[in-house]
Nanobody, 126 residues
Framework: QVQLVESGGGSVQFGGSLKLSCAVY????????MAWYRQAPGKERELVST????????TYADSVKGRFTISQDNAETTLYLQMNSLKAEDTAVYYC???????????????????WGQGTQVTVSS
């Protein structure tokens, strides 16, 4: 059984930083990678960042490139999202996600994220 527990959210001023954590139970990242999503009030859930099964390959939404960094611990049990230079637009509930499907494709694997944590609130104010 996969369980995901986010923490580290809070309220910060414009330009501040936060580091989110996601404790993962019942899943090893090397199987098919992990991701961070976020959802702002009145908006659809948005993919923020992914980290591949290799623990190195990463992707970022254009809106956070250069400001956010996804990483994992060596035990593959905790996922992190370092957020710098925070803006009001970053205000949202942040969720970590693990794959519910993992498809073998040429050269590797392709996840379909579908397991979510409870979320942690990030609020950026002026």
């Amino acid at each position: 059984q996969v369980q995901l527990v986010e923490s580290g959210g809070g309220s910060v001023q414009f330009g501040g930083s936060l580091k989110l954590s996601c404790a993962v139970y019942g899943y090893f990242f090397s199987t098919c990678g992990m991701a961070w999503y976020r959802q702002a009030p009145g908006k659809e859930r948005e993919l923020v960042s992914t980290i591949g099964a290799d623990g190195t390959t990463t992707t970022y939404a254009d809106s956070v490139k250069g400001r956010f960094t996804i990483s994992q611990d060596n035990a593959e049990t905790t996922l992190y999202l370092q957020m710098n230079s925070l803006k009001a637009e970053d205000t949202a509930v942040y969720y970590c996600a693990s794959p519910k499907k993992c498809t073998v494709v040429p050269g590797g694997v392709e996840p379909e994220f579908g397991y979510w944590g409870q979320g942690t609130q990030v609020t950026v104010s002026s």
